[in-house]
């Protein structure tokens, strides 16, 4: 086994073992980084992989969350398949949006990708009888089985281990490593004979299947949903943990989302002003680090050992 | 015959690029198109391969009419490509760079779950080995000397084991020394594989020692075509190059 | 519902003020992405800190007479130069990088520059009185509409076609034209590049702050009003075609009114209908309605 599959093994531990401190504040913590880690990572296979700027993720986290609270609270559907309808529904409005997305390229896809997740939101802004318009849906209850925090948290991190599993099998896959060549040189992945808007699609849907994983898991978190879940500064602040951590890394985006999540959590404890905060941060980042922490280590350590 | 096209015509904001050519290629020919900077050789190329969409006009391929195929599937039909400007995969290793078009080739790019490391790597070492990178293997592309980014792609090209190669000036910005290496290695991979071989290049030094035949483009028509001492002295040719150089 | 002729037409005239505020934010945005390529999302908070800032003028100079109009010139041209500071200082590194970066720094202003408005103006609704020429109001169908929004909306088509004629009769106009379609010939002509895209920001941000000094007496000033406006800023630009002038016109036009008129029709859904024709617009005509087709 590799080194790297090693690290991850004593990670995982870790994290198994962090609610025995019976910390509530690191239980709390943590569960928002899975789930935030797991949506960055998701946004990643697009932008780190694949070399499309998707400005609207969040549509998808968003309608996850949407997805499985309505089918949880109005369609009364057991919590099995419900959370599984949850990542299918993402899937289902990537391969839409996704449609009409890959026909532009750089900015235009950006763009467009942005109007789309503004047109998820308006909808459900605007939907009031099914969706509470303003106010939200309220009232979403940990599944009868999880009952507890703790359940809730472990619950997390088997999901998203199990989906930042598949994400890295994928990467690592064929299918991977022509979404790489896609983002380096789409012309020339023409000519070695894909199709690109193909894959590209596909690489949409999956990252929107898992955007929408994690959306349902953060309805579930939160135990409450309101239309800003799909609102833009969702989706920028989604591709600002990418890029904290790394978009050139796997891992990278979850370092992203727990470095931020943890400095919010501190931070407004303090004082109000974390936006200033965050934007000195990301202002600092691309100035100084644009590999972002993991990148940053990566060369530090090739450094180091030359030889390499 | 592998390549036959047909009136071909293409125009951009009214102006004529391609003004109805005609022409044919034999199986195993090593054709030359060369004609003065704006003469329409890159977008004949991208004609062919479909990077383009024609205004009018037929392209045959191998019996298949390719005239409205996209780029891809072109390419699957076993007409490989190089480019004038470096196109090739800047953050991959050069393995991977050659390793993604064996994939795509061999009919793996639709698997998602299978490690990709181990895929091919001998027909990729032998590609490799072939366009004289096996040492550079694990280097990051983007980071190599310029001739070898050549070689790199012309790499990518041949992992497609297509039939027919296309390549657009595959010594751009090469000094002499690397030209001269660069062609006696398409020369011999061309024979070696029984390639057929149309290729645009600027250098006539060049041209005229591999080409069997050499075409000429100028303002989008072929004024002349035929065995290089033919070309050579034919009076328009002389005209529109020798008017070009002073 | 039973709506007369009157109150449509003034419902109208309210959306036509609309748009020319969205006209003048937007037509700054699109001149800075037509030449520097940057999609600047930090254009909405220099609108808000025009309007800030003019509110802060307005009670400097309150005892002067024509109080406002001052305000408007010296608050205008703080914020202009601050864009110019900012693009001198930072953004201009940021140019050789990827596109996203450029978007995200864009992203970082605007989450900075609305603290350090919560800080100096806190969180409070502020407002500017209406300039003394201008109180009051005109009957029109019957019904009453305000002079000073009168004021506007013949303000708009006047600063736009001063600037179109600026932008096709003087050197630096044409130059700017000529640096949108082209870069990098640009250059070997001998024009000082880097000099033209601080200009040409300076402009943009110019623009941005003139629209949200001349918005000051006619909506509440807070925080939020800067992420409100750029998204319908975007949403104009993207319509009218990113870089195209009179294309940003039209579209300005287009959503002032849709709001306006779709608020009668479908209060619901005008707000959707907007973003659908931007949908639209991107994916049959990516280039907006009277732009034209560029490589990036």
């Not at chain 1, 531990?13 to 690191?26: E, H, N, Q």
């Not at chain 1, 959306?215 to 500064?233: K, M, Q, R, T, V």
């Not at chain 1, 501190?266 to 600092?284: C, D, R």
């Not at chain 3, 006619?218 to 075609?241: C, K, L, S």
Request: with cysteine; hydrophobic share 50%; net charge positive.
């Amino acid at each position: 086994m590799s080194r790297q599959n090693w690290v991850l093994i004593a990670v995982l531990v870790l994290l198994a073992l962090v609610p025995l401190t019976g910390s509530r504040y690191y239980v709390f913590l943590l569960t928002d980084v899975l789930i935030f880690g797991l949506f960055a990572v998701s946004l990643n296979l697009l932008l780190g992989y694949t070399g499309l700027v998707s400005f609207g993720q969040a549509a998808y986290f968003g309608i996850g969350a949407y997805a499985y609270a309505l089918l949880i609270k109005k369609a009364g559907l057991t919590f099995g398949v419900a959370f599984a309808l949850t990542g299918l529904s993402g899937a289902a409005a990537a391969l839409i949006i996704g449609f009409f997305c890959v026909r532009l390229t750089k900015i235009y896809f950006a763009m467009l990708t942005l109007a789309f997740s503004q047109i998820v939101w308006a909808i459900i802004f605007k939907w009031n009888s099914l969706t509470g318009g303003d106010t939200g849906i309220y009232g979403i209850d940990f599944p009868e089985f999880i009952g507890s925090k703790t359940k809730f948290y472990y619950f997390t991190l088997i999901v998203v281990v199990v989906s930042v599993f598949l994400l890295r099998r994928i990467v690592n896959s064929p299918f991977g490593r022509i979404l790489t060549t896609i983002r380096d040189n789409p012309e020339r992945t023409e000519s070695i004979g894909i199709n690109v808007k193909l894959f590209q699609l596909l690489a949409f849907i999956v990252s929107g299947f898992f955007s929408a994983i994690s959306g349902g898991l953060f309805a579930i978190f939160n135990h409450s949903i309101f239309p800003d879940f799909c609102y833009w500064p969702i989706s920028a602040e989604v591709l600002i943990m990418t890029l904290l951590g790394g978009m050139y890394s796997f891992f990278g985006p979850m370092v992203g989302a727990g470095v931020l999540l943890y400095l919010r959590l501190e931070v407004t404890s303090y004082t109000q002003y974390w936006p200033f905060i965050l934007g000195s941060i990301l202002v600092l980042l691309l100035f100084f680090f644009p590999g972002g922490i993991v990148g940053f280590f990566q060369d530090q350590i090739k450094k180091w050992r030359p030889s390499k | 015959m592998i390549l036959q096209v047909k009136n071909l015509v293409k125009s951009f904001d009214g102006f004529m690029a391609i003004a109805g050519v005609n022409f044919t290629v034999k199986k195993g020919e090593l054709c030359a198109i060369i004609g003065p900077n704006g003469a329409g050789k890159t977008t004949l190329f991208n004609l062919i391969t479909g990077h383009l969409s024609m205004d009018k006009g037929q392209i045959v391929f191998n019996d298949i009419d390719i005239s409205r195929l996209n780029a891809h599937k072109v390419c699957r039909l076993g007409l490989g490509r190089s480019f004038q400007r470096i196109n090739i995969f800047s953050r991959l290793t050069v393995f991977e760079n050659i390793q993604a078009a064996v994939l795509t080739h061999r009919g793996k790019s639709f698997n998602f779950f299978t490690p990709v490391q181990p895929l091919f790597q001998e027909e990729t070492h032998e590609i490799l080995e072939r366009v004289g990178l096996q040492e550079h293997q694990d280097e990051v592309s983007g980071s190599l000397a310029y001739g070898f980014q050549k070689q790199l792609e012309l790499g990518i090209a041949l992992a497609m084991e297509p039939k027919m190669l296309l390549l657009d000036e595959p010594t751009a910005g090469m000094s002499a020394q690397e030209t001269r290496a660069t062609i006696e290695l398409i020369g011999e991979i061309v024979k070696e594989k029984g390639l057929t071989l149309l290729f645009t290049e600027h250098d006539m030094s060049v041209v005229f020692s591999i080409s069997e035949r050499i075409m000429v483009l100028h303002q989008g028509k072929l004024i002349a075509s035929g065995p290089p001492d033919e070309v050579r002295a034919n009076p328009e040719v002389q005209k529109v190059y020798m008017g070009e150089s002073r | 519902m039973n709506f007369d002729f009157s109150f449509v037409a003034i419902q109208f005239l309210y959306g036509l003020t609309n748009a020319m505020f969205i006209f003048l934010i937007a037509s700054g945005l699109s001149i800075i992405f037509g030449v520097l390529g940057v999609l600047n999302f930090a254009h909405g908070s220099l609108y808000m800190l025009g309007a800030y800032t003019t509110y802060q003028c307005v009670s400097f100079f309150v005892d002067s007479p024509g109080y406002f109009w001052w305000a408007v010139i010296v608050a205008s041209v703080t914020v202009a130069l601050l864009g110019g500071i900012i693009e001198r200082l930072l953004l201009r590194r940021l140019y050789q990088h990827e596109q996203i970066n450029q978007l995200l720094f864009t992203y970082a202003l605007v989450l900075i520059l609305s603290d350090v408005a919560r800080f100096i103006w806190g969180v409070d609704q502020l407002s500017v009185s209406r300039p003394a020429v201008l109180k009051g109001a005109v009957e029109i169908f019957g019904q009453y509409f305000p002079k000073y929004n009168i004021f506007i909306i013949f303000l708009g088509p006047s600063i736009a076609f001063l600037f179109w004629f600026f932008m096709l009769r003087t050197r630096s106009g044409r130059m700017i034209r000529a640096a949108a379609l082209d870069r990098e010939t640009l250059g070997s002509l001998g024009v000082n590049v880097d000099r033209l895209f601080t200009v040409v920001f300076v402009i943009g941000s110019w623009l941005a702050a003139l629209g949200g000094a001349l918005v000051s007496p006619v909506v509440t000033i807070r925080p939020g009003m800067d992420v409100e406006i750029i998204i319908n800023a975007f949403i104009v630009v993207v319509i009218g075609g990113l870089g195209s002038f009179w294309g940003t016109f039209l579209a300005a036009l287009m959503v002032g009114t849709v709001y306006s008129m779709g608020i009668l029709v479908f209060p619901r859904l005008s707000m959707i209908f907007i973003y659908v024709i931007m949908v639209l617009v991107l994916i049959i005509r990516p280039w907006g309605l009277l732009g034209r087709p560029l490589q990036r």
